[in-house]
């Protein structure tokens, strides 16, 4: 979200919650600005926005419409689609994936790890991997198309997509072997704005 707003060129604040880092729960100051505790989450002026692609097109309707493409036109249709597609149809499996990876580092009988392991090893073989490999190869099959995922111009919807991307390339299995997915990514990681959303945000953990 960081990086929208520098490219935006929107002026912001940071605030930071401290999530349990056992449960994962968000903090009473957290649910203060949104009862669901979600993250990310921005308010600007009375408007309190949840929800990544909400936030998204929020912003570019008042900030920034330059960052979607024309109505009526073909690359809008493929910028909705992208912008809704990260975390509606490729986020799910990486959160599986991370979901399922602790499983068997979780607190538990010592005779119930073997069969923890051998369900998570089973799941992972019949359904995370063949899936996750699936969406990387169509990723790469409509990189073909155009520079960007919904054009040849830099949209927000790339900006939406770079945290699926990134996470894939983290613990997903996406490595050069999909040329095209591998350049999009070294190609938005350069981008000014996106080096100073990270040295104005810090680093992150993706998915670990």
């Not at 707003?5 to 912001?12: A, F, I, K, N, Q």
């Not at 449960?23 to 408007?47: C, F, N, R, W, Y």
């Not at 799941?123 to 198309?145: C, Q, R, S, Y």
């Amino acid at each position: 979200m960081l990086w929208l707003l520098e490219e935006l060129g929107v002026p912001y604040e940071i605030k930071r919650y401290q999530r349990n880092p056992k449960t994962m729960l968000a903090p009473p100051e957290l649910k203060a600005v949104h009862p669901l505790g979600k993250s990310p989450v921005i308010t600007d002026e009375a408007q309190t926005i949840a929800e990544s692609g909400a936030i998204m097109e929020y912003l570019v309707e008042r900030y920034g419409k330059h960052l979607r493409p024309a109505e009526g036109t073909p690359e809008r249709l493929r910028y909705t689609y992208w912008l809704h597609y990260a975390e509606g149809s490729a986020m799910p499996l990486l959160l599986m994936r991370l979901v399922f990876s602790r499983i068997p580092k979780g607190p538990m009988p010592f005779f119930v790890k073997p069969i923890a392991r051998r369900i998570v090893a089973k799941v992972e073989e019949l359904f995370i991997t063949p899936n996750l490999e699936l969406h990387l190869d169509f990723m790469e099959g409509e990189l073909a198309k155009s520079a960007y995922f919904a054009g040849d111009e830099l949209t927000a919807a790339d900006i939406q997509m770079s945290f699926v991307v990134e996470g894939a390339a983290a613990r997903g299995g996406l490595t050069s072997s999909r040329p095209r997915l591998w350049s999009w990514l070294q190609k938005v990681q350069a981008r000014p704005a996106y080096k100073r959303a990270i040295e104005k945000g810090g680093p992150y953990g993706l998915l670990v």
